[in-house]
T-cell receptor, first 112, second 114 residues
Framework: QKEVEQDPGPLSVPEGAIVSLNCTYS??????FMWYRQYSRKGPELLMY????GNKEDGRFTAQVDKSSKYISLFIRDSQPSDSATYLC????????????FGAGTRLFVKA | EAGVVQSPRYKIIEKKQPVAFWCNPI?????LYWYRQNLGQGPELLIR????????DSQLPKDRFSAERLKGVDSTLKIQPAELGDSAVYLC????????????FGPGTRLTVT
């Protein structure tokens, strides 16, 4: 079993829809939870990170962490065609020398 | 501010040939990573540097892979000899001291071994 599981999709939604992207994990020691966006033939770009449990909002993006269920989510409101990309979740036990473990990514297509 | 720079962007080589990738991290970032990303997968760590010291190279296949970061700034990753299974995207990332939750990635080098 992988430490971080992520549905590869693809997920196809109409423009303006609310998108929900999710990851599950098995390591209860994870404390930092990150979401990266990766466009085709580009490197991953950090969208946001969350420490421990709770929600964090940044514009149209909201990240949620439920440590009791070992489940994290990224919500995208009012999705746009420019949001079409692969979304990677990533997790770490702490800062500094702790390794970051990435999910396999979910491919999202937003249709105009 | 310039981002993480990598070169070349694409490389096609025959198996058993050597290949090298270069990375220049964001200015001031002490921590530098090399990741490998296979198709449909997330990045997997090969090696992490703190300044010029390789502090985590446990996932680096040392029989054929080597890396250096001589002056604690730019870095080179080498494969010799390359195998068919080495075809992947090689990503370089960096972050400021301790901020591993905020890594900045370069565009990657797409390696094809034929």
């Amino acid at each position: 079993q992988k430490e971080v599981e992520q549905d590869p999709g693809p997920l196809s939604v109409p423009e303006g829809a609310i998108v929900s992207l999710n990851c599950t994990y098995s390591n209860s020691a994870f404390q930092y939870f990150m979401w990266y966006r990766q466009y085709s033939r580009k490197g991953p770009e950090l969208l946001m990170y969350t420490y421990s449990s709770g929600n964090k909002e940044d514009g149209r993006f909201t990240a949620q962490v439920d440590k009791s269920s070992k489940y994290i989510s990224l919500f995208i409101r009012d999705s746009q065609p420019s949001d079409s990309a692969t979304y990677l979740c990533a997790m770490s036990e702490g800062t500094g020398g702790f390794k970051t473990i990435f999910g396999a990514g979910t491919r999202l297509f937003v249709k105009a | 501010e310039a981002g993480v720079v990598q070169s070349p962007r694409y490389k096609i080589i025959e198996k058993k040939q050597p290949v090298a990738f270069w990375c220049n991290p964001i200015s001031g970032h002490n921590t530098l990573y090399w990741y490998r990303q296979n198709l449909g997968q997330g990045p997997e760590l090969l090696i992490r540097y703190e300044n010029e010291e390789a502090v985590d190279d446990s996932q680096l296949p040392k029989d054929r892979f080597s890396a250096e970061r001589l002056k604690g700034v730019d870095s080179t990753l080498k494969i010799q000899p390359a195998e068919l299974g080495d075809s992947a995207v090689y990503l370089c990332a960096s972050n400021s001291a301790g901020a591993n939750y905020e890594q900045y990635f370069g565009p990657g080098t797409r390696l094809t071994v034929t």
